[in-house]
Nanobody, 117 residues
Framework: QVQLVESGGGLVQAGGSLRLSCSAS????????MGWFRQAPGKEREFVASIGPYNYHLKYADSVNGRFAISRDNAKLTMYLQMNNLSVEDTANYYC??????????WGQGTQVTVSS
């Protein structure tokens, strides 16, 4: 059973930056696609970004492309999401997830990001 724990959320002003981390404390980390998702109040969970096993095959949602950067450090079993030029619309609970086959099977508990105007 994989355990994923997010950290790094908080309150930031519009235009500011945050870096989220996702640590895998149990189960395999290497060889799996990892991703970030977010869910704002009253909205469905949406895809933010994903990364292949060895820092290749990066994908981003159009809404964050050019502002967010996903990366991973396999030696530390940790994935990151650098978020720059944040806007109020980025306010959400951010989740990391691990993919098995075609399904996002394992999820963290989430970390809240709040952007004030």
């Amino acid at each position: 059973q994989v355990q994923l724990v997010e950290s790094g959320g908080g309150l930031v002003q519009a235009g500011g930056s945050l870096r989220l981390s996702c640590s895998a404390s149990r189960g395999p980390f290497l060889g799996n696609i990892m991703g970030w998702f977010r869910q704002a109040p009253g909205k469905e969970r949406e895809f933010v970004a994903s990364i292949g096993p060895y820092n290749y095959h990066l994908k981003y949602a159009d809404s964050v492309n050019g502002r967010f950067a996903i990366s991973r450090d396999n030696a530390k079993l940790t994935m990151y999401l650098q978020m720059n030029n944040l806007s109020v619309e980025d306010t959400a609970n951010y989740y990391c997830a691990q993919k098995y086959g075609s399904a996002w099977k394992y999820w963290g508990q989430g970390t809240q990001v709040t952007v004030s105007s």
